[in-house]
């Protein structure tokens, strides 16, 4: 209220095997939904499950609105063509039926017409960061390199330690690596970072808030993106 949080709850759960996750954290919102004497103004989710979940809980009165954030549709999500189908079908009726959608790319916008939803309904919610409101150098002399982003198999983060001692083997001795961020594929790429022995190289910083990272950013020789 006023800019400040006035209650704040965290809730455990998984992340961990995916399927299994997915599950639980539907089984959680629905089980702390109906269980709450609370009825909220609004329901805030990012996937397709959840946001069904909520609409399910609208209907009970245990909020006003749903908000749904989608940050896409993965068409190659699922192997199974039945699988794939439902994960869609999904997908539609989590956005037909919330009450607003927020999208990261605007790509999603034609998506969501596409499906019926009138553009009122619809806002685009960027991720990015104005490069404005960065402090720039522009001669880095540096040989460190950056990676920022969730630390899993689908942003390539497997590729990192294998692009350090690549270039190590080809000249680069003080080739360094800061990977900020965190994910499900930490403890792999920790174990690869040993296996070959570039403790020295690569520093894993974990999650940081952009306060923290704003003013080293442009200080590196460049950012890999490994998607």
Request: positive net charge; aromatic residues 12%; glycine residues 6%.
């Amino acid at each position: 209220r006023s800019g400040k949080i006035r209650e704040k709850k965290d809730f455990q759960s998984l992340y961990k095997p995916k399927s299994l996750a997915y599950l639980l954290h539907c089984l959680q919102l629905m089980l702390w939904g109906s269980s709450t004497s609370r009825a909220y103004d609004i329901i805030i989710t990012e996937d397709s499950l959840l946001t069904s979940i909520a609409i399910i809980l609208r209907f009970f009165r245990k909020c006003r609105l749903v908000v749904f954030y989608s940050h896409g549709i993965d068409n190659t999500r699922f192997g199974n063509t039945i699988l794939l189908r439902f994960y869609k079908a999904i997908d539609k009726f989590a956005a037909t039926h919330s009450d607003y959608i927020l999208v990261l790319s605007q790509k999603m916008i034609t998506v969501r017409e596409k499906q019926g939803i009138s553009k009122d309904r619809i806002f685009w919610i960027p991720a990015s960061i104005p490069t404005d409101s960065l402090k720039r150098n522009a001669s880095v002399v540096s040989s460190k390199l950056v990676f920022i982003g969730t630390l899993n198999s689908k942003n390539g983060v497997y590729i990192l330690p294998k692009i350090v001692r690549y270039l190590k083997d080809h000249g680069v001795v003080n080739i360094g690596l800061d990977i900020m961020g965190d994910g499900p594929d930490r403890k792999m790429l920790e174990g690869q970072i040993k296996e070959l022995d570039l403790t020295k190289n690569i520093r894993l910083f974990g999650n940081l808030r952009f306060e923290e990272f704003a003013d080293k950013l442009t200080y590196y020789q460049a950012g890999i993106v490994s998607y």
